[in-house]
């Protein structure tokens, strides 16, 4: 019998939403204030994913020029009907402080690779939307409701209300029917029906170590909704190192033969609970009791190694995680910051066989960085790439990227000095203060193309560099990137590393730069 080895889909893939059509099943998972929006995965066995489509890739269906840090998509929700998938999804304009501004949106599609519509505005009064279809045809939006009153619950409860196809918006009146249960913080609400019962699937406990999934049901659609006299149904033990931590935000799958699965979040700490891969996607078997109650098998804790479900094996060839960028488009793991792929900033054609990276802003912007990166998905990499790059002034630079936000990255980049002039050498920022960790950078003697390295080892990277056909030479010393993560932050924040090449040209002329390749080795 062949296993599910959880996460299955490693690295940063938070808040899964998972969906089965006849023998086809999907995996959706948040991007955040990474472009294209919305990851989707599919797999035949649940045992093998491969990355499918990204339904958002207009700026028409997601501007985030601007956006805060862990702001943008959040919570996608998947689902079918009438010979449609619908894609429903946040986009997070604010959240730090008392008040978010939080704008839900519908898209469909008659295939999941698309073309997905444009969006339907449905509300703002909180995030996690999701919709379900019930028997009668009438589909149904629910999303935790934000209160940012002084003295109340934030997570004021899951509110209910019709959505209308005809009209493509929310109609009637709006119900609260769960306020949560005294774990609190309840939100990522789902509901399912079987055997004449509603089940309302909801994330509790906040993301963190404490997170949880709960379950409650009612025989009408309106409540009242009784908790699971067992819940949580899954949370993860935290005193248990080897374990998935951060268990939680739950959706259902019942396979073609009438099994049932839970897709969840989970993270894995490097040290001192800090997870630099961010949160992860894992999938639990289920069983449902005499009376109708479900439960996680071995649960509720979460389990690595999980019994797949009664299904031939359906292995998918992958793809290469090195890009020597030949063609005329990216490949599928490549991500922007923000903005979207467009000749502005990014081409492939400008110089055949490069990709060019035109300067943008700055490391701290939240508008036009001029980014490509990947998600690290082990914790152990070595990464690879090469840089033809002349600048004319220390406003300009280019390199290699370790990135988590705008406060927290390290960069190994090329510049210019009065000096010393081409130089190469280590920009740090952690908790937003910047720091430059070599005493001195250090001269070029070429003005030809320089090869940038990093090895990672959990919490450790090293930089390399050799300038043309040269030796590798390690620059600077071995850094903690611990600080990449979403667990070391005054203000609670939810993505993962990623690592990637960029260009800054700070003095607004656009400088370029030109990669030959980029290598992503697992070790």
Not at 365 to 377: D, F, G, I, N, T
Not at 421 to 450: A, P, T
Request: charged share 25%.
């Amino acid at each position: 019998m062949s296993k599910i080895i959880n996460p299955v889909l490693p690295g940063y893939h938070p808040d899964p939403s998972i969906l089965r059509v006849e023998d086809d099943y999907y995996l959706a998972v948040s991007t955040f204030e990474w472009f294209p929006g919305v990851q989707i995965y599919h797999s035949k066995d649940m045992v093998n994913w491969r990355l499918l489509t990204y339904p958002l890739t207009r700026e028409s269906q997601l501007n985030m020029i601007g956006n805060v840090n862990s702001g943008g998509v959040w919570a996608p929700c998947l689902s079918y009907s009438d010979g449609l998938f619908y894609l429903i999804y946040t986009d997070v304009k604010s959240r730090v402080g008392a008040f978010k501004d939080t704008h839900n949106y519908l898209v469909t599609a008659e295939n999941m690779e698309g073309p997905w519509s444009e969006p339907v505005y449905l509300n703002s009064s909180g995030f996690d939307p999701s919709l379900f279809h019930d028997e009668d045809g009438r589909k149904w939006l629910v999303n935790m409701i934000w209160d940012f009153r002084k003295g109340t619950n934030s997570f004021a409860g899951i509110a209910l209300q019709e959505y209308s196809v005809e009209e493509k918006r929310l109609v009637g009146p709006i119900q609260n029917i769960f306020k949560g249960s005294e774990i609190g913080l309840t939100e990522a609400p789902h509901i399912y029906k079987r055997n004449g019962y509603y089940y309302l699937v909801t994330a509790e406990g906040g993301t963190w170590y404490t997170h949880a999934v709960t379950v409650a049901r009612s025989t009408s659609l309106f409540g009242p909704y009784e908790i699971d006299p067992t819940n949580p149904i899954l949370t993860s033990n935290e005193n248990e190192k080897d374990q998935l931590q951060k268990a939680g935000h739950g959706s259902l799958v019942e396979t073609q033969n009438g099994e049932w699965y839970m897709a969840h979040l989970c993270g894995r700490p490097v040290v001192d609970k800090k997870c630099i891969l961010g949160r992860e996607t894992a999938i639990q078997k289920c069983y449902w009791t005499e009376d109708d109650w479900l439960r996680v098998e071995g649960g509720p804790n979460p389990s690595t190694i999980v019994e797949a479900p009664d299904i031939q094996p359906h292995p998918f060839e992958q793809e290469s995680n090195h890009d020597d960028f030949q063609g005329h488009s990216l490949k599928k793991f490549w991500n922007s910051l923000r903005r979207i792929f467009s000749e502005e900033w990014i081409s492939l054609t400008e110089r055949p066989g490069y990709l060019t990276l035109k300067g943008g802003e700055s490391m701290s912007s939240l508008h036009h960085q001029s980014m490509l990166a990947r998600r690290l998905e082990t914790f152990t990499a070595e990464v690879e790439t090469a840089v033809d790059y002349t600048p004319e002034n220390f406003q300009q630079m280019a390199g290699l990227i370790f990135y988590y936000d705008t406060d927290d990255y390290v960069y190994l980049r090329i510049t210019t000095h009065e000096t010393l002039g081409k130089c190469i050498g280590i920009i740090e920022s952690k908790h937003g203060v910047y720091d430059e960790l070599l005493d001195q950078d250090i001269s070029l003697k070429s003005n030809g193309e320089v090869k940038l390295k990093a090895k990672v080892d959990h919490q450790w990277l090293q930089f390399a560099y050799a300038e043309g056909d040269g030796e590798w030479k390690e620059i600077g010393s071995k850094i903690d990137i611990s600080h990449l993560s979403d667990d070391d932050a005054d203000y609670i924040r939810f993505t993962g590393t990623f690592v990637g090449v960029c260009s800054q040209d700070l003095s607004g002329q656009k400088k370029p730069s030109y990669f030959p390749y980029f290598k992503y080795d697992e070790l």
